[in-house]
């Protein structure tokens, strides 16, 4: 079962990154993305193997956002894969049918695109701004969720669905009646002061039916 909190690294070093990805774990988040865009392959190697083993020890999930080389270099549990990366089927051809492969989406054609391509969850945002992530797309707010999550309803269809971009606490308990699976977040947990309380919070809230 796929977490309901996915944590996505940041950091413009591999300290940095290694450094977050560490207190997200020892917080108690189970599903850990490796997203170093201005990292070089063999720094986003280097984070990769150690968290790879951070992973294994706290029995997490390790996505590797974009490289599927990487990823499968380190024998990671998925990849996650943006609008114009690797296609979903090839991606599920050099990894195998067990390793999960998420999709970034940004409108309901893009969901409904990776449902049809058989992505095991998708990262649809942003909510709002982040400043986490360059070329942002057009803010989807939480009428933008409100919108997918009832065309998916009124098609029958599902997918995980992780809200992503800008994302506080007071959001979470909204976003979870919507109908959205989890939040895909980076700096809300690495600049808390007490991250394990407030993953423990958050598990809570978008676990209870």
């Known amino acids: 079962m796929l977490s309901r909190i996915?944590?996505?690294?940041?950091?413009?070093?591999?300290?940095?990154?290694?450094?977050?990805?560490?207190?997200?774990?020892?917080?108690?988040?189970k599903m850990i993305q490796v997203r170093f865009k201005n990292g070089s392959r063999t720094q986003i190697l280097d984070v990769a193997?150690?968290?790879?083993?951070?992973?294994?020890?706290?029995?997490?999930?390790?996505?590797i956002n974009d490289s599927i080389e990487i990823a499968r270099e380190v024998n990671a549990d998925g990849v996650h894969l943006g609008l114009?990366?690797?296609?979903?089927?090839?991606?599920?051809?050099?990894?195998g049918p067990t390793k999960i492969i998420g999709g970034t989406a940004n409108?309901?054609?893009?969901?409904?695109?990776?449902i049809n391509e058989k992505c095991d969850y998708v990262g649809l945002g942003p909510l709002r701004f982040t400043s986490t992530k360059e070329k942002l797309s057009p803010l989807l707010g939480f009428e933008g969720y409100q919108r997918v999550a009832k065309e998916l309803e009124m098609l029958g269809l599902?997918?995980?669905?992780y809200a992503i971009?800008?994302?506080?606490?007071?959001?979470?308990?909204?976003?979870?009646?919507?109908?959205v699976?989890?939040?895909?977040?980076?700096?809300?947990?690495?600049?808390?002061?007490?991250?394990m309380t407030l993953v423990s919070e958050i598990e809570q809230t978008l676990s209870y039916a």
């Open 6 to 29: 996915h944590y996505i690294s940041h950091g413009e070093t591999v300290e940095e990154q290694k450094k977050n990805i560490l207190d997200a774990l020892e917080a108690g988040c």
């Open 49 to 63: 193997r150690q968290v790879r083993v951070w992973c294994t020890y706290g029995n997490a999930l390790l996505i």
């Open 84 to 95: 114009t990366d690797t296609s979903v089927a090839d991606a599920r051809k050099l990894l």
């Open 107 to 114: 409108t309901l054609e893009d969901v409904l695109q990776r």
């Open 158 to 161: 599902s997918i995980p669905i």
């Open 165 to 179: 971009g800008g994302i506080v606490r007071n959001d979470v308990e909204l976003l979870k009646k919507i109908g």
């Open 181 to 195: 699976y989890g939040i895909a977040v980076s700096g809300m947990i690495s600049n808390s002061a007490d991250k």
